[in-house]
């Protein structure tokens, strides 16, 4: 009896945890955001207030600002994140998008997304894409038109053009706002005692001052 007893616990505890682990299931067919709300939240992560769904019209279905490429930043790499914010007819249904396109020899940074997994689906152009599981072994290969990889959750990954030409990559996620840390940014970008830094990495007080020069935010 207490065996079975336990058995049913843990595996209690464990959906338990799955499920708050990831985005709640809705509870309507749809829920358009409530632009005009005073209670509307600052983060996509928030439950949005909705809209009466007799408001909603097809155009709440329908985003069209991925058409081009965004800005891009010096290391070649453009992105463009589709939330809840910028196209209501996803809240609450646990999914969000991007374009990322790379110039020659663009990079997207190694970086992770601490709330879901990505699948990405090179639309033009020729990638070297991959990620480093938790016991640091390296999953890459080059990429071509019509293929596809995924990123599973929390992993840190990686993409570079290696083609002749721009590269696109269009992405999804099991999340509505599956969050970004890019690792530079992270570690050099913040305010890690610069002590810690020059152990962790070998380098010296100069190089580390360079390096956080690169990569802390301009305000």
């Known amino acids: 009896m207490f065996p079975t007893v336990t058995a049913l616990l843990v595996f209690f505890l464990f959906a338990c945890y799955t499920t708050l682990a990831s985005d709640p299931d809705p509870v309507q067919d749809f829920c358009i955001p409530n632009t005009n709300s005073s209670l509307l939240p600052s983060s996509v992560g928030s439950n949005l207030p909705c809209k009466n769904s007799s408001e909603a019209t097809p155009d709440d279905f329908v985003f069209s600002g991925i058409k081009t490429a965004g800005n891009f930043k010096k290391t070649g790499f453009s992105a463009i994140s589709v939330n809840p914010m910028l196209f209501p007819g996803l809240n609450t249904l646990g999914m969000s998008f991007v374009r990322a396109d790379l110039d020659v020899g663009g990079i997207n940074v190694p ?109």
């Open 111 to 219: 970086h992770f997304h601490p709330r879901a997994t990505e699948l990405a689906y090179v639309a033009e152009g020729k990638v070297y894409s991959g990620f480093v599981d938790s016991s640091n072994r390296v999953f890459a290969k080059v990429i071509e038109k019509g293929e596809v990889m995924v990123f599973p959750r929390g992993l840190v990954h990686f993409q570079m053009n290696i083609g002749h030409s721009p590269a696109t990559i269009l992405g999804s996620f099991n999340s509505q706002n599956p969050g970004l840390q890019r690792i530079p940014t992270a570690v050099f970008g913040s305010g890690i005692k610069e002590e810690l830094l020059e152990k962790a990495f070998g380098l010296s007080a100069r190089q580390i001052s360079v390096m956080r020069r690169k990569f802390i935010p301009i305000p």
